[in-house]
T-cell receptor, first 117, second 116 residues
Framework: KQEVTQIPAALSVPEGENLVLNCSFT??????LQWFRQDPGKGLTSLLL?????REQTSGRLNASLDKSSGRSTLYIAASQPGDSATYLC????????????????FGQGTILTVHP | DTEVTQTPKHLVMGMTNKKSLKCEQH?????MYWYKQKAKKPPELMFV???????INESVPSRFSPECPNSSLLNLHLHALQPEDSALYLC???????????????FGPGTRLTVT
């Protein structure tokens, strides 16, 4: 059974800092890994998806890395802003044996990020 | 258009009521998912439909009954729920894209369910 751990559980920083959010997972037989953002009481917004064959993916101020063999992924946020305040969820994806079009995301507990002005 | 819509946004129901949650996507995705998210917890998978067939049921109680009438629509029928079923119910969809099998999941905004 896949287990996903995110460190730290919470992070409070002043605006402008560069941040590192960590994710580790126990089953390295994954197809890809998604990072999501969730604002309180809202749905999930996909930030980045890294395929298992990739090492890195970038979108704006966000950069995610993946080391599949060691079961680790890291999300870097550059020049943080108050609008970045949210819960960040890491979710490795594993295709279901025999299934070709679906699989399972397993979520970590999330990192609650607060960026204050 | 990468949007998944869910209705209603909020639902309050008694333990003897029957209600339904609705999810729609028009991205041509062929896999659709229901997740349950309790407060301060990560989402947990409930059901997966692939090509309109139920492919995964994560041992969900029978008071939750999913339905996929067509490739764009996913329903969750609720009956005789318990107060502990109060949660945010999220719908998601995904689709393998030819040779580029991304399986990226797109989530809707959720339905906040309160059972009284």
């Amino acid at each position: 059974k896949q287990e996903v751990t995110q460190i730290p559980a919470a992070l409070s920083v002043p605006e402008g800092e560069n941040l590192v959010l960590n994710c580790s997972f126990t089953d390295s037989a994954i197809y890809n890994l998604q990072w999501f953002r969730q604002d309180p009481g809202k749905g999930l917004t996909s930030l980045l998806l890294i395929q298992s064959s990739q090492r890195e993916q970038t979108s704006g101020r966000l950069n995610a890395s993946l080391d599949k063999s060691s079961g680790r992924s890291t999300l870097y946020i550059a020049a943080s802003q108050p609008g970045d305040s949210a819960t960040y969820l890491c979710a490795p994806y594993r295709a279901i044996a025999g299934g070709t079009s679906y699989g399972k995301l397993t979520f970590g507990q999330g990192t609650i990020l607060t960026v204050h002005p | 258009d990468t949007e998944v819509t869910q209705t209603p946004k909020h639902l309050v129901m008694g333990m003897t009521n029957k209600k339904s949650l609705k999810c729609e996507q028009h991205m041509g995705h062929r896999a659709m998912y229901w997740y349950k998210q309790k407060a301060k917890k990560p989402p947990e998978l409930m059901f997966v439909y692939s090509y309109e067939k139920l492919s995964i049921n994560e041992s969900v109680p029978s008071r939750f009954s999913p339905e996929c009438p067509n490739s764009s629509l996913l329903n969750l029928h609720l009956h005789a729920l318990q107060p502990e079923d109060s949660a945010l119910y999220l719908c998601a969809s995904s689709q393998p894209k030819g040779q580029l099998l991304t399986y990226e999941q797109y989530f809707g905004p959720g339905t906040r369910l309160t059972v009284t």
